[in-house]
């Protein structure tokens, strides 16, 4: 039941500090209590993985491990070093590129998982983007906002990116290693691309308009 | 694991078409991207049927398969080109009447597979109503509402009277498709008597104040 | 599967009747119909203990039972009746006092289970928290309220105390009954202290003004 690969466990580690410090970031600036802070935080970080084990019928990953949650609470503490550090952090570029890494991190475990519990294509995609974006949706529906990635970015469609290239790629290769790396290569390129170059997804409603 | 029982696939076939159709049209007046009207379509649209595999402890359906998703998409397709061809289609009656017949699948769907999970009667119930209206909910969560069902109209009780009828009459037969013709007559007719009289169950507060 | 601890069951049932009648006062503030009012009531009775129950990957029990429904319904029914008898129920010391008795009950059936279900320190520290408070923070989210407990009082700290201090007790007996009682206990006492001593965690945003 435990996955012990060490690309999983590398990947997940990152994308564990860096949504902590995404998520506590935007915490703090809704004047929540140090538990507060802690919880949006440990929620960005654990949501979007804990959803994907949920979905692959399994018990969460954090709940069998003793330590895995002290990453989570690193990027909570990091965040609340660089609040002293620097004056706004959640729109600080260390606060954009956590972000992004975390993304691509997440897509890229929720890929591992997906596949190894032998869903279809569609789910190997669906899973590495919930994954990637469950718990940014869970830390806004916490904090009372419209999830974000409903109406802003090209965000949510890198990681469904990075599902497809890993869905491909693993098609060539019994190795997870390779599909892996091209999905968080993907993901992470994709995103920067995207808010170097602003680009947006068009609103339905102004389709229509034009 | 997986049903293929043919009733329970075209009644869950419809559901998925009329509310993703009722979702996206929800998501289009709240000026999403594409890709925020696909995700709120596709919620409403899968958000009942995969919470009830999650409480009967199961894979949800939806992921095991390639092509389920399509109807999700087809509904999505329809609410867009409805809008291109009627001006408000929340309203109209093609929206009201894909969302009884959403409720009324939905809740036959859900009836189905809690008896086969072996649930209580009081379990086939829930899971039938969770199942039925679990998708608008979510929706309504992630458009930073408070959930339609909660403080509106004769919606969900009516999902909850399909749920009963279902298994009065499962006591009767062996078979689903007696029982699941009844429970979707049930959900649709009073749905249907519901909206023709504007029903409405009192306010706690209303009956306390008079 | 199902378990028949008696002394699960009594602290269960102590919980559901409690919760059922915090989450009913709540609804009934915001003007929702009877429906409504008993969907947010067994919401914040049944909710903490299926998130529980999804977390262990189990089916949760309140679909396999026929009656555990009844508890929740009765404090629905019961705080009806205070509305009648009293004011404003949902700030009277009955549902205060309501509210610490299900928050103990609750931390102790969820370290319970988590327990038994073999997950570590740490999971069953995090479930117990998550079955005392997941119910409220639901109903706040259907209420389309930020969750409470990440922005006031000394709350949820209260079911962590709690879940670390079955958990310490456990590590010296066999029984549950032990740690069981302890946990309900600590959990209950540091909840009233804190409410009479009005204890607060310091916001981060404040620590670093000052």
Not at 97 to 125: M, N, R, Y
Not at 138 to 167: M, N, T
Not at 172 to 194: D, K, L, Y
């Given at each position: 039941m435990m996955?012990?690969?060490?690309?999983?466990?590398?990947?997940?580690a990152?994308?564990?500090?860096?949504f902590?410090?995404?998520?506590?970031s935007?915490?703090v600036?809704?004047?929540?209590?140090?538990?507060?802070?802690l919880?949006v935080?440990?929620?960005?970080?654990?949501?979007?993985?804990?959803t994907?084990?949920l979905?692959?019928?399994?018990?969460?990953?954090?709940?069998?491990?003793?330590?895995?949650?002290l990453f989570?609470?690193s990027?909570?503490?990091?965040?609340?070093?660089l609040l002293?550090?620097i004056?706004?952090?959640?729109?600080?570029h260390i606060?954009?590129?956590?972000?992004a890494?975390?993304?691509?991190?997440f897509a890229?475990?929720?890929?591992?998982?997906?596949?190894?519990?032998?869903?279809s294509?569609?789910g190997v995609?669906?899973?590495?983007t919930?994954?990637?974006?469950?718990?940014?949706?869970?830390?806004?529906?916490?904090?009372?906002?419209?999830p974000f990635?409903?109406f802003?970015?090209?965000?949510?469609?890198?990681?469904?990116?990075?599902g497809?290239?890993?869905?491909?790629?693993?098609?060539?290769?019994?190795?997870?290693?390779?599909?892996?790396?091209?999905c968080?290569?993907?993901?992470?390129?994709?995103?920067?691309?995207?808010?170097?170059?602003?680009?947006?997804?068009?609103?339905v409603?102004?389709l229509?308009?034009?």
């Amino acid at each position: 039941m435990m996955i012990l690969n060490p690309v999983f466990e590398v990947v997940n580690a990152i994308g564990l500090v860096a949504f902590a410090l995404v998520g506590a970031s935007k915490a703090v600036r809704e004047e929540f209590d140090l538990f507060g802070v802690l919880i949006v935080g440990l929620l960005t970080a654990f949501g979007g993985g804990t959803t994907r084990d949920l979905l692959v019928d399994r018990m969460p990953l954090v709940l069998q491990t003793h330590w895995n949650v002290l990453f989570g609470v690193s990027g909570v503490v990091l965040a609340i070093g660089l609040l002293y550090a620097i004056d706004v952090p959640d729109e600080h570029h260390i606060t954009v590129g956590a972000d992004a890494a975390g993304l691509a991190a997440f897509a890229t475990t929720g890929a591992i998982v997906a596949s190894e519990a032998g869903v279809s294509a569609f789910g190997v995609v669906t899973i590495a983007t919930i994954n990637a974006v469950g718990g940014g949706v869970l830390a806004d529906i916490c904090l009372d906002r419209q999830p974000f990635i409903l109406f802003q970015d090209f965000y949510a469609s890198c990681a469904v990116l990075g599902g497809i290239s890993f869905w491909i790629v693993s098609g060539f290769t019994a190795s997870t290693t390779v599909p892996a790396a091209v999905c968080a290569g993907t993901t992470v390129f994709v995103r920067f691309v995207a808010i170097g170059r602003n680009w947006r997804l068009p609103a339905v409603s102004g389709l229509v308009v034009d």
